[in-house]
């Protein structure tokens, strides 16, 4: 432990001591009425967060706060690709088989690398690379409701 992880573990105890924390857990009632073609977004943060908890804890959930403002599903696929995605991302780094059981099998892709030189691919390693799939309109709703169904 250096020097400043010590006055932070200080500055810790001494919050601790003199505040009281109060957990605020994500409310999927709070979703319950908001259905986006046909995407209820109740259940959509219920999976995502049940499978989160699996993985690395609660701690990790995501927040009702970032579906509240979803209105339509244009609203949604920016929210999933440029809120949530980065944010798993950033959970699950190095490890997209731990990513891809999280949000699914549709949303990750393994890369075409057809046009690589053989003399990088010895180095890419055993275990299967993805990327995140640009999943649209239909595409995107199917992979979304199939993720809720659990």
Not at 45 to 66: A, E
């Amino acid at each position: 432990m250096n020097t400043s992880d010590r006055s932070i573990a200080l500055l810790d105890i001494a919050l601790r001591r003199r505040f009281t924390f109060i957990e605020l857990k994500p409310d999927p009632e709070l979703l319950r009425d908001k259905v986006i073609d046909g995407i209820k977004l109740d259940r959509l943060l219920i999976q995502l967060n049940k499978r989160i908890t699996l993985l690395i804890g609660r701690d990790y959930q995501i927040g009702h706060s970032y579906l509240m403002n979803v209105e339509n599903l244009e609203d949604l696929i920016f929210i999933w690709y440029h809120r949530i995605i980065p944010l798993l991302q950033e959970y699950f780094y190095h490890d997209s088989n731990r990513l891809k059981a999280v949000i699914g099998n549709e949303f990750m892709q393994v890369p075409d690398i057809s046009d690589i030189p053989d003399s990088l691919k010895e180095f890419r390693g055993n275990e299967t690379q993805y990327e995140i799939a640009e999943l649209q309109g239909d595409e995107f709703s199917a992979a979304i409701l199939n993720l809720t169904s659990g």
